[in-house]
């Protein structure tokens, strides 16, 4: 028995004691079967595999302690309304919140961050990482990190793109159709039957075969395809205000339908609009991703994950992780993005389950 | 009775009625291009009278919807035409790949759906504990992340560096069904991940929507054992919701099933759609979106004539 797993189970041991004594239930639940399944894992996996365990609660424990951090940072910046509401925010939505703003800060300031230019060949294809490359070279020795920083920029970017266009082609549609009502509202309502009967990737790819893959094509292709989600939203939100009084009396007054959507509708409809966005966000980014991974999406060279992931692919059989880590990338902002959506739904929503 | 079968033939009807549409939709697109489908196909290397040759075999000078009537007749007798690059028809290439798409579709879905509703089940009964957070945390992971993640870090794990299994799909005609399900079991296994986190979290869903209902607080109330709740009151209500999540996420995995068939290099009909768009083979793009879409709507009417069968308040709409 090595020093280190001597110290493993040493340290799993005391901190569920710990926890037990000062009565917190739930964590020495958690500690005390994590060292059970040790016990289990070691016996099979040997000291290998406890010390991926701890390589994992260690990264989990960093994520959790970054999360606390930047709820506080958030609430000590923000105003005293906004502060209340972030402190009641899980640790899960923090960290969300911090994954998307280092995306932002990443893609935003990518001609800075990256260490060379996103086409510029540097090196031999394939080579290893050095101090020079972090992450190596990729299948024409172009530097993975510098592409991944513009993959940020780009790959979030035209997502954001498609998902703003599709927002406001639903919302105002959804808008219209619920204040106007009638034959508007009618072949709207059918248009978005027929448009989500299709599923969207083969959607997607039946237009990309006919209007070919420029990045204009791409951004309006994605959002009429997920714009129906939001419609059905809005008209389904906004339907149940038009049956207000306040709207009828601002009817009465004379005001036309964009006053009715602009300073009546709209305020009233924001919170489950915000969540739907990100939600929205999440199904545009995802397809944009698989669309370039299949060759049909952003056009080299231009840095994009769902690019880069395929054209490393072949690293995969030597057992090397580079294409995975765009896809992670991927993965991550989506996961960060879902997790800020939930804690909104459950806010606003006020849904609390028993 | 009769007002069971009139409800459903209904709902059969209307989705007739959105396949033809789609159907429409999927023949005029193509009309869309800029010039017409020869020029599109032959490009820059395009004399006049290629084009005219290839008009002439398309029969591009009838009308358009006198050819698409014929091309959905011919489909609907399992004629897609011919293919523009390789000159097969499309039927003889498509049949073979769609039995094995569906084989894998079905292969994920067998070890999914009892997986998920087990799982789902018991993650409503252990809700807001620490394993319903990390449950509930894992399947947004799971959700969130891209097919071809998934697919690669299986290849890593399970096929390059456990050697358990192949990491490329590859098909031949005389493999026993063993061999068969080991051959394909990664690609199944991407999809049961993606779909079993799908369906666990709309079956805990559905099921904590029941528990809250006043009829279950009284069986608890009257002292009726937890297993007995769960398995006499709660359960056939609860049909009707499961049913519903089983057929909406047997119309997803039809979606997923074209990346993972790309990460595995699977021999099915996703492969042979993306093969044809990059290629721009129109009538196999055609006949593939058609089958998907059909495929898809047939699912998604599955699932509401199984929610109208099994729970009578639909049958009487208001």
């Not at chain 1, 424990?61 to 899980?90: D, K, Q």
């Not at chain 2, 939709?25 to 196909?41: K, N, Q, T």
């Not at chain 2, 390059?160 to 799909?169: G, N």
């Amino acid at each position: 028995m090595s020093l280190f797993v001597t110290g493993y189970y040493a340290v799993l041991i005391a901190a569920s004691c710990l926890a037990a004594y000062l009565g917190k239930r739930s964590i020495f639940m958690g500690i005390f079967s994590l060292t059970l399944i040790s016990f289990l894992v070691g016996i099979i996996g040997g000291a290998g595999a406890l010390r991926t365990i701890t390589i994992l609660v260690g990264i989990l424990a960093l994520a959790a302690g970054i999360s606390y951090a930047f709820r506080e940072f958030l609430v000590n910046i923000s105003g005293p309304n906004l502060a209340r509401e972030l402190r009641t925010a899980p640790l899960t939505a923090a960290f969300g919140m911090f994954v998307i703003f280092t995306y932002a800060i990443a893609g935003i300031f990518a001609g800075w961050i990256a260490p060379h230019g996103e086409a510029e060949v540097i090196s031999s294809a394939f080579a290893p990482a050095d101090a020079n490359m972090l992450l190596g070279a990729d299948q024409l020795g172009r530097d993975v990190f510098s592409r991944l920083i513009y993959g940020a920029r780009n790959t979030v970017g035209l997502a954001l793109l498609a998902t703003v266009l599709a927002f406001v082609m639903g919302a105002m549609a959804g808008l219209l159709a619920a204040v106007k009502g009638g034959w508007f509202d009618q072949i709207m309502g059918r248009l978005a039957d027929v448009i989500m009967s299709i599923p969207s990737l083969i959607f997607a790819l039946l237009m990309l075969s006919i209007l070919g893959t420029n990045l204009a094509v791409i951004v309006i292709v994605v959002a009429v395809i997920y714009s129906p989600r939001v419609f059905r939203l809005t008209r389904a939100v906004a339907g149940n205000i038009v049956v207000m009084d306040y709207i009828e009396a601002a009817k009465l007054r004379g005001e036309g339908d964009m006053y009715l959507v602009r300073r009546e509708i709209l305020p009233n409809a924001t919170a489950p609009m915000i969540a739907e966005f990100g939600l929205e966000f999440c199904f545009v980014f995802l397809l944009i991703a698989g669309l370039s991974f299949l060759g049909l999406g952003i056009q080299p060279p231009t840095a994009d994950w769902g690019s880069m992931v395929r054209e490393n692919a072949t690293l995969i059989s030597f057992g090397d992780i580079t294409p995975l880590i765009p896809a992670a990338a991927i993965a991550l902002l989506t996961v960060a993005v879902n997790f800020v959506v939930d804690w909104m739904l459950f806010r606003s929503s006020g849904l609390k389950e028993q | 009775m009769g007002d069971l079968t009139g409800l459903v033939l209904k709902r059969l009807g209307f989705g007739l009625i959105t396949l033809l549409v789609v159907s429409v939709l999927i023949f005029f697109a193509v009309e869309l291009l800029p010039g017409d489908v020869a020029e599109a196909v032959l490009g820059q290397g395009a004399t006049e009278e290629t084009v005219a040759a290839m008009r002439d075999q398309l029969g591009l000078d009838r009308p358009a919807p006198v050819r698409y009537f014929e091309w959905l007749f011919g489909a609907i007798q399992g004629d897609f035409g011919v293919s523009l690059i390789s000159g097969e028809r499309v039927s003889e290439a498509i049949t073979g790949r769609f039995i094995n798409t569906l084989f894998l579709a079905a292969y994920a879905a067998v070890l999914a759906v009892p997986l998920a509703i087990f799982l789902g089940i018991l993650v409503a009964l252990l809700r807001n504990t620490l394993f319903d957070r990390v449950a509930n945390v894992l399947t947004l992971t799971s959700i969130s992340s891209p097919e071809f993640f998934l697919g690669y870090i299986l290849i890593l794990y399970l096929a390059v560096k456990a050697k358990a299994f192949p990491a490329i799909a590859s098909l031949t005609g005389d493999m026993s069904l063993l061999e068969l399900l080991h051959r394909t079991f990664l690609p199944a296994l991407t999809l049961v991940l993606v779909v079993t986190a799908h369906m666990m979290r709309m079956t805990r869903a559905a099921i904590i929507n029941l528990l809250a209902s006043p009829y279950i607080e009284m069986a608890r109330l009257k002292g009726t054992p937890p297993w007995k709740v769960i398995v006499h009151h709660a359960l056939p209500n609860a049909w009707a919701p499961i049913i519903n999540v089983v057929a909406l996420n047997l119309a997803y995995l039809i979606t997923g099933v074209v990346l993972v068939e790309v990460v595995f290099v699977y021999p099915g009909i996703g492969q042979l759609l993306v093969d044809a768009v990059s290629k721009r083979d129109f009538p196999i793009v055609q006949a593939c979106c058609l089958i998907f879409a059909a495929t898809f709507i047939l699912l998604n009417l599955a699932a509401d004539v199984g929610a109208i069968l099994t729970n009578p308040r639909l049958r009487h709409p208001k």
